[in-house]
């Protein structure tokens, strides 16, 4: 290992660790320019390490370093702990946290930081009752056993779960890897990725532990092991729901008979994970929060803003509630399409059709948060495209449109960044899949 080499691997290093140390200790969401350019940056060094320094066991440790630079990082880009907190508060106290919105309920309880809690979680959340599924809530509710008043205490046993959770899926994606006969140096753009970092265990967003449980799935499916795979696909599900729409993608590749094993044991134990929080007003509460998803929402859409303006001059409103009431239906003829009608009997095949109908509920999405396009990096690295990776570094570009009290889009940003992402996208359709060259020391080599 010749001096040069030594000194250039360590400048990108410490470069690496610099630029995650700003996002930890610096940088806020309102610093449009810091932010998004540092963000960049980012993107930037670990191209730059991955393509000439990166090896199995070098991607872990850096990934992990890079993690731990957030562990005392109380998250400021997102709002969402504050209400993990308040929902795992509440049910110390007895309370189904599906029952009531925070507002309907500040003056009848008080537990260590109750007030900053509820103040800080923001309008959205104190109005609405929760959407976060059962696994969910019972994380937060082990987190408020460590409620005190230091709000830190709570936001450690989150990152520490999500950090044992982010070592499982290092080990989870290499072996997909692995099964799929793929470089297993291509981990680094989901392991070191700054938007799963980041938004992932930095900002305790809930993707760390769903992708965890979901990764064993399919690793469990692709082994034709349905009861195991049913088990922690359910465990996903009860985690965030969106893994619930890649459930009949495995139907070709398992045969009638193992996909019903399969959709018996998501079903027991789905049962059983929501169980606890069941009754007459679990049902109602969740599908009305989970409309507004729908058909209130606004953030960072792509080809619904389109619609959107055509409704605006067609219309002269704005037409979001007539788009939500169709949006479903038409994801679940894109899921009966890409899940019976494609073929799926290759894991490589499932990968590439699971990652186009979640690319095409997002595009269609009213809503799309950076830390959403994190369930896509994956599926990208596994089927050979490379726009989900580019789409990570673009998403996050939405984040322009925070100011110091209001929020407002900024168009050329949000066109900018999803025009770069069409491109790519059109491109690796009908011309060349790139997600190869991203492991190249020149990225243009054939």
Known sequence: MNKNYIISSSITLLGIFFAFALFSFELKRFQTLPLI????????????????????????????????????????LSQDFYRFIWDGSIQLFGINPYHYTPNQIIDLVGF????????????LSRNNFSNYPPISQYLFAL??????ENIFTPILCIRSV???SEMIIFFVIKSLLEKLILSKEYLAWYFLNPLVIIEGYGNLHGECLMMCFTFISWLYC???????????????????????????FFFQYLGLKNFIVYGVFILIFGGIIFLPYWDENFFPNYLQ?????????????????????????????????????????????FVFVFSFIKSNLEPKDIFKNMLFILSIYFFLSTTVHPWYIINLIILGILSGYLYPVLWSM???????AYGVE?????????????????????????????GHHLQKTNFLRT
């Not at 260590?112 to 309008?123: A, T, V």
């Not at 673009?394 to 322009?400: A, K, L």
């Open 37 to 76: 350019g540092t963000y960049v940056f980012l993107f930037l060094l670990i191209w730059i390490w991955v393509k000439k320094y990166s090896s199995i066991g070098n991607i872990f440790f850096l990934g992990i370093i890079c993690r731990l630079i957030f562990w005392n990082y109380i998250p400021n």
């Open 143 to 148: 987190a408020a056993n460590f409620n005190s």
């Open 222 to 248: 692709i082994k034709r092991q349905p009861i195991l795979g049913g088990i922690f696909m359910a465990f996903a599900i009860g985690t965030k729901l969106l893994p619930l729409i890649l459930v009949p």
């Open 406 to 434: 209001i929020v407002e889009e900024k168009l050329y940003w949000q066109i900018g960044a999803y025009f770069l992402v069409y491109i790519c996208v059109f491109y690796e359709l009908f011309r060349e899949r790139l």
């Open 394 to 400: 673009t998403v996050f570009w939405s984040y322009s």
């Open 289 to 333: 929060t989970i409309q507004l998803w729908f058909s209130t929402f606004e953030f960072n859409g792509s080809i619904y803003n389109i619609i959107r303006a055509i409704g605006y001059k067609l219309k002269g409103y704005n037409i979001i509630k007539d788009i939500g009431k169709i949006t479903p239906y038409l994801i679940s003829v």
């Open 112 to 123: 260590p930081n109750s007030q900053l809690l509820f103040e800080k979680m923001g309008n």
């Open 162 to 164: 999500y950090l044992v």
